[in-house]
């Protein structure tokens, strides 16, 4: 199992940024992805969740309205679009799977907001 995010970078509040994840050496399409974020300081936290099919999506309080997470299993990646960024959504942002009883997680990609 492989994941592999880009997208990060340098960006101004109220700008926005799209993350993706490419995935490999699974049936990609058959597992639930996630986006977690883990800030200076700060422990990871979950950001967004998408079902294998992405029928169903669920998001942290603090993203909602903001982020919207996809999926495109036919390309076996899931993206994270980012809206309305913030000072604070500043992190390493990771995608995450859970595979066969294991949890598997990309190198990361940096997200920076800053003016």
């Known amino acids: 199992v492989q994941l592999v995010e880009s997208g990060g970078g340098l960006v101004q509040p109220g700008g926005s940024l799209k993350l993706s994840c490419a995935a490999s050496?699974?049936?990609?399409?058959?597992?639930?992805m996630s986006w977690y974020r883990q800030a200076p300081g700060k422990e990871r936290e979950l950001v967004a969740i998408?079902?294998?099919?992405?029928?169903?999506?669920n998001y942290a309080d603090s993203v909602k309205g903001r982020f919207t997470i996809s999926r495109d299993n036919a390309k076996n990646a899931v993206y994270l679009q980012m809206n309305s960024l913030k000072l604070d959504d500043t992190a390493v942002y990771y995608c995450?799977?859970?595979?066969?009883?294991?949890?598997?997680w990309g190198q990361g990609t940096q997200v920076t907001v800053s003016s």
């Open positions: 998408i079902t294998a099919t992405g029928g169903s999506t």
């Open positions: 050496g699974f049936t990609f399409s058959r597992y639930d």
């Open positions: 995450r799977t859970l595979y066969f009883g294991r949890l598997y």
